[in-house]
């Protein structure tokens, strides 16, 4: 029936011109996180998602109650009869409404200043994106991204879409990934100039990935942030990975084991690295994803503490 | 299976294709089987009445005799599936499917209380049935989970070919045509609005079409309403996306109307999150009108490889799908052929030769 029609080799065409749109910029990564956060203004306040402010933003708009019924009718003569019962008991709903307006926005307004009050504490603390990280970030051990690049590129080679390296610092795992010629670009938190035909983005790796379209992503490396931020923040990440990654994704973290990491960043930095099998219980999904675990080797042929856990998930 | 009378019952007997298909099983168990037959439902829409009875009439007013068969068909939870289940007559149950209660109860809490009622009731008729027919393999595997220890495969009996015939509304088609001489694609997707379809997802690649590719082109969402509190959004999300004017929600419309909308119609877009069967994808096909489809539930089923069925919905994607029909013929004219040579597999001819073939088994 529809021999006439190749569907991977169309679908594979398909896709390549999405990344293509993606990679000119005519499709700002977060042109579909846009779109959802538009839907979202629309929803029901149980049906948009958990984005805290959104949620409050909509129960503050649901908090005046509008006693206007509407009175229109297809039926001859009932629209007449609800006119006459909106001003019969007109006066009776105004003031039940006005009360419980008065209450819901009384609430509305507790429950921002208690949100003012916690995110005040969460600035306080050392949170993913204060003063501490930023100085436990310039303390941290650098990760050696080319030694780790043959493993990477084994890794993400024939990956279903582009890949990302966060945090991709100077992008030498990125360029390295580009020259082998896989669709590959970087995000840093750091503004630099990147080296000519290199595509690296200035955003914190977490919000990067946020923003981009579900099952948009061939894989996700994720270095640096990954020894540094909070273990909620972590665990977030890792949740946020599997959404973006399409079918037959693969996911790379490359870092430090937590004996081996000491000085000034341990002290300062909110988060500690992780061991290599919390990643396998964060990112993989058992019995579905494949996990591998590679230690790297010091000079003296010894453990050197770095380790890059690679989770492949079912196309 | 020996049937004296066929007997259909039906929550709701309205126009639509359940109804359609209720009174050609009529016809067909009457010319080809030489059984007769009434359909009784607990609501009967006016423009139905004098074709079905009240269900409390059978074994009443109405009297059961041996050799009755009931037929249910099941999309809701209603109280005649409870009426069927306590009859002694051998029951087979047509599985049309139940939307899921979690795509409504965000949205409409009293459409999701119906949903999870039809939910469970597809289980607790399974002992009492001797045969669970369903519409597409995807119905029947639910049917099976559910406990149905005999199941079929019998698609809906729909006349694809006076729909492809049907007259088109000479105003509503001058219309859209009038429309289209200005330029820009014309999507399509029919089906009631109701958040389990998804139209909002349409319209988001939508947005991302007329970005990307076509900024005079045009969507129209033809069916009527499951949900004000969706309908609602729509309108509010199109006109905060500044498309307003380019995204037009019809409402109910008539048979003539409809087929102006398809003869109209550039490609047919359904990113719907839940599909017992998909007719107006067979209808797009009947048409001539180039289908992409997100993968879910029957859609694949239905489709059949007749049109362009993605994995994923993320707008950009669909944005880049539908580009490729409307901007390649030769793709769009073989998805049309394509379609063509699938409906002969929805046939009326096919479809009523298998559901003889079902209820003789």
Same mark, same amino acid.
């Given at each position: 029936?529809?021999?006439?029609?190749?569907?991977?080799?169309?679908?594979?065409?398909?896709?390549? /011109? !999405?990344?293509?749109?993606?990679?000119?910029?005519?499709?700002?990564?977060?042109?579909?996180?846009?779109?959802?956060?538009?839907?979202?203004?629309?929803?029901?306040?149980?049906?948009?998602?958990?984005?805290?402010?959104?949620?409050? /933003?909509? %129960?503050?708009?649901?908090?005046?109650?509008?006693?206007?019924?509407?009175?229109?009718?297809?039926?001859?003569?009932?629209?007449?009869?609800?006119?006459?019962?909106?001003?019969?008991?007109?006066?009776?709903?105004?003031?039940?409404?006005?009360?419980?307006? %008065?209450?819901?926005?009384?609430?509305?307004?507790?429950?921002?200043?208690?949100?003012?009050?916690? /995110?005040?504490?969460?600035?306080?603390?050392?949170?993913?994106?204060?003063?501490?990280?930023?100085?436990?970030?310039?303390?941290?051990?650098?990760?050696?991204?080319?030694? *780790?690049?043959?493993?990477?590129?084994?890794?993400?080679?024939?990956?279903?879409?582009?890949?990302?390296?966060?945090?991709?610092?100077?992008?030498?795992?990125?360029?390295?990934?580009?020259?082998?010629?896989?669709?590959?670009?970087?995000?840093?938190?750091?503004?630099?100039?990147?080296?000519?035909?290199?595509?690296?983005?200035?955003?914190? @790796? !977490?919000?990067?990935?946020?923003?981009?379209?579900? @099952?948009?992503?061939?894989?996700?490396?994720?270095?640096?942030?990954?020894?540094?931020?909070?273990?909620?923040?972590?665990?977030?990440?890792? %949740?946020?990975?599997?959404?973006?990654?399409?079918?037959?994704?693969?996911?790379?973290?490359?870092?430090?084991?937590?004996?081996?990491?000491?000085?000034?960043?341990?002290?300062?930095?909110?988060?500690?690295?992780?061991?290599?099998? %919390? *990643?396998?219980?964060?990112?993989?999904?058992?019995?579905?994803?494949?996990?591998?675990?590679?230690?790297?080797?010091? /000079?003296?042929?010894?453990?050197?503490?770095?380790?890059?856990?690679?989770?492949?998930?079912?196309? | 299976?020996?049937?004296?009378?066929?007997?259909?019952?039906?929550?709701?007997?309205?126009?639509?294709?359940?109804?359609?298909?209720?009174?050609?099983?009529?016809?067909?168990?009457?010319?080809?089987?030489?059984?007769?037959?009434?359909?009784?439902?607990?609501?009967?829409?006016?423009?139905?009445?004098?074709?079905?009875?009240?269900?409390?009439?059978?074994?009443?007013?109405?009297?059961?005799?041996?050799? $009755?068969?009931?037929?249910?068909?099941?999309?809701?939870?209603?109280?005649?599936?409870?009426?069927?289940?306590?009859?002694?007559?051998?029951?087979?149950?047509?599985?049309?499917?139940?939307?899921?209660?979690?795509?409504?109860?965000?949205?409409?809490?009293?459409?999701?209380?119906?949903?999870?009622?039809?939910?469970?009731?597809?289980?607790?008729?399974?002992?009492?049935?001797?045969?669970?027919?369903?519409?597409?393999?995807?119905?029947?595997?639910?049917?099976?989970?559910?406990?149905?220890?005999?199941?079929?495969?019998?698609?809906?009996?729909?006349?694809?070919?006076?729909?492809?015939?049907?007259?088109? $509304?000479?105003?509503?088609?001058?219309?859209?045509?009038?429309?289209?001489?200005?330029?820009?694609?014309?999507?399509?997707?029919?089906?009631?609005?109701?958040?389990?379809?998804?139209?909002? $997802?349409?319209?988001?690649?939508?947005?991302?079409?007329?970005?990307?590719?076509?900024?005079?082109?045009?969507?129209?969402?033809?069916?009527?309403?499951?949900?004000?509190?969706?309908?609602?959004?729509?309108?509010?999300?199109?006109?905060?996306?500044?498309?307003?004017?380019?995204?037009?929600?019809?409402?109910?419309?008539?048979?003539?109307?409809?087929?102006?909308?398809?003869?109209?119609?550039?490609?047919?877009?359904?990113?719907?999150?839940?599909?017992?069967?998909?007719?107006?994808?067979?209808?797009?096909?009947?048409?001539?009108?180039?289908?992409?489809?997100?993968?879910?539930? +029957?859609?694949?089923?239905?489709?059949?490889?007749?049109?362009?069925?993605?994995?994923?919905? +993320?707008? +950009?994607?669909?944005?880049?799908?539908?580009?490729?029909?409307?901007? $390649?013929?030769?793709?769009?004219? +073989?998805?049309?052929?394509?379609?063509?040579?699938?409906?002969?597999?929805?046939?009326?001819?096919?479809?009523?030769?298998?559901?003889?073939?079902?209820?003789?088994?």
């Amino acid at each position: 029936m529809s021999d006439a029609i190749d569907h991977p080799q169309l679908l594979a065409e398909i896709d390549a /011109e !999405v990344r293509r749109r993606r990679e000119s910029g005519e499709l700002p990564a977060d042109f579909e996180r846009e779109l959802d956060l538009v839907f979202a203004r629309f929803a029901p306040v149980h049906a948009i998602g958990d984005d805290f402010a959104q949620v409050l /933003e909509r %129960t503050e708009q649901s908090t005046h109650i509008d006693v206007l019924a509407p009175v229109a009718s297809r039926t001859p003569g009932l629209g007449f009869v609800k006119r006459v019962i909106r001003k019969g008991v007109g006066w009776e709903m105004r003031y039940v409404a006005q009360q419980v307006s %008065t209450f819901a926005f009384g609430v509305t307004r507790a429950v921002r200043l208690l949100a003012q009050r916690v /995110e005040h504490l969460e600035q306080s603390g050392p949170g993913a994106g204060g003063r501490l990280l930023a100085m436990a970030r310039a303390e941290a051990p650098p990760v050696d991204t080319a030694g *780790w690049a043959p493993v990477v590129l084994d890794a993400v080679k024939g990956a279903p879409g582009r890949v990302v390296h966060a945090e991709c610092a100077d992008g030498a795992l990125v360029a390295h990934l580009v020259e082998a010629g896989v669709d590959a670009y970087g995000v840093d938190p750091a503004d630099q100039v990147p080296p000519p035909g290199l595509e690296l983005r200035v955003d914190e @790796a !977490v919000d990067h990935l946020r923003a981009v379209a579900d @099952a948009s992503l061939g894989a996700v490396v994720l270095s640096r942030c990954v020894d540094l931020l909070p273990l909620g923040v972590l665990a977030e990440m890792a %949740t946020i990975v599997r959404a973006k990654l399409a079918p037959g994704g693969v996911a790379v973290v490359l870092s430090s084991q937590p004996g081996a990491w000491t000085g000034v960043a341990a002290d300062l930095a909110p988060g500690r690295p992780l061991h290599p099998r %919390t *990643w396998c219980q964060l990112l993989g999904v058992r019995g579905v994803s494949t996990m591998e675990v590679l230690e790297a080797p010091a /000079e003296d042929g010894g453990a050197s503490g770095a380790y890059a856990v690679v989770v492949r998930f079912p196309g | 299976m020996r049937i004296g009378r066929l007997h259909q019952f039906v929550p709701t007997f309205e126009p639509g294709a359940v109804g359609a298909h209720m009174l050609e099983l009529r016809r067909l168990a009457h010319e080809v089987l030489g059984v007769e037959g009434e359909i009784f439902a607990e609501h009967i829409r006016p423009s139905m009445a004098g074709r079905a009875r009240g269900h409390r009439e059978y074994g009443r007013v109405f009297r059961a005799r041996p050799g $009755d068969v009931l037929v249910y068909h099941m999309a809701i939870g209603s109280v005649v599936a409870d009426f069927v289940g306590e009859r002694a007559e051998p029951l087979i149950v047509d599985h049309h499917n139940v939307t899921p209660a979690e795509l409504f109860e965000r949205w409409e809490a009293d459409a999701a209380y119906g949903c999870s009622w039809g939910r469970s009731q597809l289980p607790e008729l399974a002992g009492r049935a001797i045969l669970g027919v369903a519409d597409s393999p995807y119905n029947e595997e639910e049917l099976r989970a559910a406990g149905y220890r005999a199941t079929a495969t019998a698609p809906i009996l729909l006349d694809l070919e006076a729909l492809a015939g049907a007259e088109a $509304d000479a105003g509503a088609l001058e219309g859209l045509q009038a429309a289209k001489a200005a330029g820009g694609a014309d999507w399509l997707f029919v089906g009631r609005v109701s958040p389990h379809k998804f139209q909002h $997802d349409v319209v988001k690649a939508f947005a991302a079409y007329r970005h990307l590719y076509d900024p005079c082109a045009r969507l129209h969402l033809v069916g009527g309403s499951s949900s004000a509190a969706y309908w609602q959004a729509l309108q509010g999300f199109a006109t905060a996306l500044g498309i307003a004017g380019s995204v037009s929600l019809t409402g109910s419309v008539s048979s003539g109307e409809l087929a102006a909308h398809y003869r109209s119609a550039d490609v047919l877009v359904c990113l719907s999150e839940h599909e017992g069967f998909g007719i107006p994808l067979l209808e797009a096909m009947a048409h001539g009108v180039p289908v992409v489809a997100f993968s879910s539930t +029957a859609v694949p089923g239905t489709v059949g490889g007749a049109g362009i069925v993605l994995q994923s919905k +993320a707008p +950009a994607t669909v944005a880049a799908a539908v580009h490729r029909v409307v901007s $390649d013929p030769a793709l769009s004219q +073989a998805l049309v052929a394509a379609g063509a040579a699938r409906l002969e597999h929805f046939s009326l001819e096919r479809t009523r030769a298998r559901w003889v073939e079902v209820l003789t088994q």
